[in-house]
């Protein structure tokens, strides 16, 4: 049998730190903390059905690109909030623009469907 290094690992690759949780209870108020700390933007959906991913270009910093997710067997309407301004906003599949407003942008989609979106920063 041998050791786990998996913390040893992770410091000696450079680790900034190491969050240590109590209990299952905690962790989602620990990683929201560590990822507010390290500047990630918090998503919001005013439908907690959605599921809202964001992937941020690494070679263009005012590029992004998200994913909106319908896994229900209904329409939905709702709002998505990325954190960041918005300037524009492009339906990446059907090339439709859309108007964001600040940081937010009002969605329409159907039932198990996904919309990406590139959206640009000031």
Known sequence: MQPCTTLADAVAEGAERIVLVGSTDEV????????????????????ARLDVILHSDTTNTDRNVLFVVNPTAEPIDATVSTGRPMTSVTELWTGQSAQPEGDAL??????YSIHIYECHTA
């Open 106 to 111: 009002k969605v329409a989609i159907q039932p």
């Open 28 to 47: 989602a108020d620990a990683l929201a903390r560590a990822c507010s700390q390290a500047g990630v933007p918090e998503l919001g959906k005013s439908d």
